[in-house]
């Protein structure tokens, strides 16, 4: 399903609008950049810091198409969006993928980010093969049977969507040169690597998060490279949540 962009907002909604859009079980957040907002389900899977972070080290260029698999509210498109970029949100769960809609109305983005929702383990039904310059994704990180389940299980947990098939529509979506940036667990790397390998990717550039200093990283950001040879890759200071050790 695609949502009709003639009848999307072109400016960002008041408070008020927002506050009566909100439907039940539902909050409203600040995104604390360019006044934009975010409406999330208290029983869905909410946006966190691995999000905003993976946002902030994507670096797109101007013109570039981005595609991003797994949209969930919208989070990552809403922090990329501006002038000169062009996005596509995909996201499987109606429920998310209307919302993440509702978002990019409401923040009066509609002509940058369009929501689809659908299934990207069958991407020959929503995008042409090499039609993105660049893939951002979120994928879950734990495979079934590891991790806690809980709230919004299928965001964290391999149930609707594994890394090799994440892998995999990227790659459709992506020509040679093209990039892929997520966020996923530094106890997968070697997992991650193999499946980027298969899938005719490399990773060219890396950045941990830790928690707070002296402490094991608890995500890492990674950019690949379609058709890069294995290589040198960029590490980046680590990001630290906290200096404070007491």
Known sequence: MRWDRRLQMTEPASLAVWQAALGEGERLDDLEYEGRRIIQHMEEARFSLDAVLLARFVQ??????????????????????????????????????????????????????????????????????????????????????????????????????????????????LPCGGRLALVFLPSRLDELFAVLKEHDMAPRRMQFFLPRLAVAPSFVLVEARVGAAAGAVSILPPLVGTTDEG
Not at 68 to 82: D, M, N, Q
């Open 60 to 173: 797109p260029k101007q013109g570039e198409r981005i595609l991003e698999l797994g949209t969930g509210t919208g989070v990552i498109s809403l922090l990329l969006a501006r002038e000169g970029l062009e996005i596509e949100a995909v996201e499987l769960a109606p429920r998310m993928a209307e919302l993440a809609a509702r978002n990019v109305r409401l923040n009066g983005l509609a002509s940058l980010v369009h929501v689809v929702a659908g299934d990207y383990r069958k991407p020959d039904e929503l995008y042409a093969p090499a039609s993105f310059s660049l893939v951002v994704c979120n994928p879950p990180w734990y495979p079934l049977g590891r991790g806690k389940i809980g709230r919004g299980a299928a965001a964290r947990h391999e149930v609707t969507a594994t890394l090799a098939e994440t892998a995999a529509a990227a790659r459709h979506a």
